[in-house]
């Protein structure tokens, strides 16, 4: 090739990409947008950020909105057909006097009155199917080492409630847990990345002694360490006594699910669990996946508009929180490999008296 024709290539390539990549004005006339439809998303990611996250904070709402977003859209089921529930379509709002009484929805019913409450103001711009998705997108975006989550606009509401027992339970044997998301769509390898999820989680109800307990050592950051606190053998409780669900975990002010500690010990999850300590890029692209797929459950991808531009560029992880380590207090002694095709990585340990984990 020529160098005159390399150069006619590559300036019809950098015309042909403009073109797929045009912007046209909001009506707002401050942002642009590659589609019209995401124009009225705007304000409503600005009103989230400012208002309901608390100037752009990872703190409780996000915790919650994030676990809605599961809650709502795994309300499906193949298995049910018509009557297996529409997945991420609001039900949850909609229907919320029903589905909030399902046992395994037990506390949700406050994010999702708040959730109502706020999409009220915006005289339904947007299904509550979209606002649950999109809400659980920005928030996350303020916790730092998420990813960005794939946002499509276009869920139509919910015509019906989704059916009970969609949820897992955390005292659910892993059978059990994997059956149910199967009968989801996902495999047993995006059922863990899913769990990334609980890096930035607190439970307020499996001891409602001690709300805002975390899941994690490092409950503000979207880091591996979840991972790796799950691994190590427990001692004790973060409570005075443990409850349903609940297991013993290895740190002080650290609540371990018995469904968590299952999942990474049985033989069909444990090295996929394993995989993910000390590696955030592999994990944050998992996660972000496995949430893409969630986040259209029952819903025809065709009819949709990908408004992913609006949600706001992730915090950085910082670097000192790049790479997992054991807790003080705690070594490679303490791991319960589970893996049986591969060590566990060698991880340094914070020096110091036991890491004892704050309530957030």
């Keep these: 090739m020529s160098f005159r024709s390399f150069f006619v290539l590559v300036a019809l390539i950098s015309v042909t990409n403009a073109a797929l990549t045009r912007r046209v004005p909001c009506p707002d006339g401050v942002h642009t947008a590659t589609h019209p439809a995401c124009c009225v998303l705007f304000p409503i990611v600005d009103s989230l950020q400012e208002v309901f996250f608390d100037g752009g904070e990872c703190g409780e709402e996000v915790h919650e909105s994030l676990r809605l977003t599961f809650h709502d859209a795994i309300g499906f089921s193949l298995s049910k057909g018509p009557s297996g529930g529409g997945g991420a379509d609001g039900s949850i709002m909609i229907f919320e006097d029903i589905e909030t009484q399902y046992p395994a929805n037990g506390g949700i019913d406050e994010i999702v009155e708040k ?69 989801a ?38 880091d591996t360490q979840f991972f790796v606190e799950v691994q190590l053998h427990g001692t004790l409780f973060p409570g005075a006594v443990g409850h ?43 996660f972000g996946d496995a949430m ?45 490999q589970a893996c049986a095709s591969t060590s566990f990585p060698c991880l340094p340990a914070i020096p110091g008296p036991a890491t004892s984990v704050a309530p957030v």
Aim: charge should be negative; glycine fraction near 8%; aromatic fraction near 6%.
């Design 185 to 222: 769509g996902f495999n047993s390898d995006e059922v863990v990345a899913l769990l990334a999820s609980h890096t930035i989680a607190a439970s307020d109800h499996i001891d409602p002694n001690i709300p805002g307990t975390p899941f994690d050592s490092t409950p503000d950051l979207f």
């Design 244 to 286: 349903l669900g609940e297991v013993e975990s290895p740190l002080e002010g650290e609540m371990r699910l018995q469904s968590d500690a299952e999942l990474a010990r049985d033989a069909r999850t444990a090295c996929t669990w394993q995989s993910f300590v000390n590696n955030q890029d592999g994990m944050v692209k998992a």
């Design 292 to 336: 893409a797929k969630l986040a259209v459950l029952g819903q025809d991808v065709s009819k949709m508009v990908d408004c992913s531009e609006v949600i706001p560029e992730p915090k950085p992880l910082p670097a000192a929180n790049y790479r997992s380590v054991f807790p003080a207090g705690t070594t490679i002694a303490d791991v319960e």
């Design 115 to 183: 959730q109502a409450r706020f999409l009220s103001q915006f005289g339904g711009i947007i299904s509550p199917g979209d606002f649950i998705q999109l809400a659980g997108a920005v928030g996350i975006s303020n916790c730092p080492g998420a990813p960005r989550l794939q946002f499509l606009l276009g869920r139509p509401n919910a015509t019906a409630p989704a059916p009970d027992n969609t949820v897992s339970a955390p005292f659910d044997s892993t059978d059990a847990i994997l059956a149910r998301f199967a009968d």
